[in-house]
């Protein structure tokens, strides 16, 4: 997407800098908290999409240059761990662990009835922004498996009739 630049004479471009998006101005803040200092990218990283929902491609440049890294060691960062999302998250991001104790109650066909229920794969977002649908691995309440996350808030013994019971009233919540 090109920036239109104003001009000041035909032949003399007003070479102002673009302003920065929101995103950007988040990502400086932080990056400045943590003394700009390169070994505190992770925490970096996570403050930011906690401030923002997301890391936005747009954003990496910005962090490399505060962090004085190449955008590929960002990049890389940003791309090795699943916790970091790249797109802005659903309303609501319902976690649904695929560890060994879940598996074995039966977590692969929640998944699947997730998957058609709110018609977003594992680790994307629904068409109309709803949900986001993220697979973990482990929750820590094994002796309730198979088990979700949605916000703050752990659900046990989840089957897809009570998955649809939980999504029910997260609808209601929204509509309220």
Known sequence: MAKKVARTTDSEPNLAPPVPTPAEVAALAVCARHGNKPSELMEILHELQHQVGYIPEHVLPVLARALNLSRAEVHGVVTFYHDFRREPP???????????????????????????????????TSKDGAYSVEAVYC???????????????LYGKVDP??????????NKETAA
Do not use: W
């Open 90 to 124: 659903g309303r609501h991001v319902i976690k649904i662990c695929r560890a060994e104790a879940c598996q074995s109650m039966g977590t692969e066909q929640l998944c699947q009835h997730a998957e058609r229920k709110l018609g977003a794969p594992l680790g994307t």
């Open 139 to 153: 929750l820590g309440n094994c002796a309730l498996s198979p088990a979700i996350l949605i916000g703050d808030k």
């Open 161 to 170: 009739k009570r998955f649809d019971d939980i999504v029910a009233g997260l």
